[in-house]
């Protein structure tokens, strides 16, 4: 563990396919999927879809950490991505994460919507089998594994289901969603399951639920505040144009570099606190990984990327006319 180990490439394109796939399941892709959904498809289906991810990753992350099923052993078994190494192996949330976005993007689209269902349930389950066999190419997980992360994301899905509505209901309307959004994700990250050794699962699980406790935020604040930017409705999803496709790519990259910018900005501050009122330096990797310094530094930062995202941004696409 934690060693570099020697590989020789024969399929390049099997390793870059899956090391694409990979990335689909990893802050890359949650941090430009899911903000592109909300600017430029429908909100009802974003806020869905971020609720649904960050129940089914905590349930993951913690169910890792409980059950301390190892990762594939090595050798035989040749790991592509060391950082993960630390973690322990069952489920896979990279599994989890993919089931759960793309079958809950599916459901929450497909009476909106006017498109063939067919079509959308085979995007959904050849993303979400991409993302599973990836794990097991890049070494990181069994089949078993996998297979159990898939499945849990599975009957997730079909018991929030019947309460989506009513979820979706209160989060926007409840006069106390802000303190509870906040409030309960907190509670979980500090009583995230101990471990003999650091595992970034931790420091992960608090990352996935700052954004959505600051995406929650944003969301009961538009719906208190502001008028809703972007229409959601029963649309033609075939009915591009050039223009509309231009508009979609410019807000796409003006959100992207404010959360960007956000994150790096919230990054640097929060730290910077940290380290002052605990007195350590900035370098000091182990310190940054003790409970009182990984927790704030974590959920502050990307709950402040989940709040721009859904409350900064569209002001400012309409402040730049791109609404």
Excluded at 55 to 74: A, C, E
Excluded at 95 to 115: E, G, P, V
């Amino acid at each position: 563990q934690g060693c570099v180990q020697k590989y020789v490439v024969k399929n390049y394109f099997y390793y870059y396919l899956f090391r694409f796939s990979a990335a689909m399941g990893e802050e890359i892709f949650y941090i430009t999927f899911l903000p592109f959904i909300y600017w430029n498809i429908d909100h009802s289906a974003s806020r869905r879809m971020i609720i649904v991810w960050s129940i089914v990753m905590y349930i993951g992350q913690v169910s890792k950490d409980i059950l301390k099923w190892p990762r594939p052993l090595s050798p035989p078994v040749v790991k592509l991505e060391m950082r993960a190494d630390a973690e322990y192996g069952m489920p896979s949330t990279h599994a989890m994460a993919a089931t759960a976005i793309s079958f809950s993007f599916l459901i929450a689209t497909m009476n909106q919507y006017k498109y063939p269902f067919e079509l959308g349930l085979m995007a959904a389950f050849v993303f979400s089998t991409l993302v599973c066999l990836s794990r097991l190419y890049m070494g990181m997980h069994t089949v078993l594994d996998v297979i159990g992360g898939a499945l849990i994301s599975a009957v997730l899905l079909v018991l929030l289901y019947p309460a989506w509505d009513s979820i979706d209901h209160v989060l926007l309307t409840s006069p106390f969603c802000p303190l509870l959004s906040v409030a309960v994700p907190l509670l979980l990250c500090y009583n995230y399951p101990k471990l003999d050794y650091y595992s970034p699962t931790r420091g992960d699980t608090t990352t996935i639920l700052g954004a959505g406790a600051g995406a929650t935020v944003g969301f009961w604040l538009n719906n208190q505040y502001v008028a809703p930017a972007y229409a959601s409705g029963s649309a033609e999803l075939h009915l591009l144009t050039g223009a509309m496709v231009v508009l979609m790519l410019a807000r796409f990259i003006v959100g992207l570099a404010v959360i960007l910018l956000t994150r790096q900005l919230m990054k640097s501050v929060v730290l910077g606190v940290l380290c002052y009122c605990y007195k350590f330096p900035i370098a000091d990797l182990d310190a940054r990984r003790r409970l009182e310094v990984e927790v704030p530094y974590k959920f502050v930062t990307y709950s402040s990327v989940g709040f721009t995202a859904t409350v900064i941004v569209p002001l400012l696409h309409e402040l730049l006319g791109l609404i």
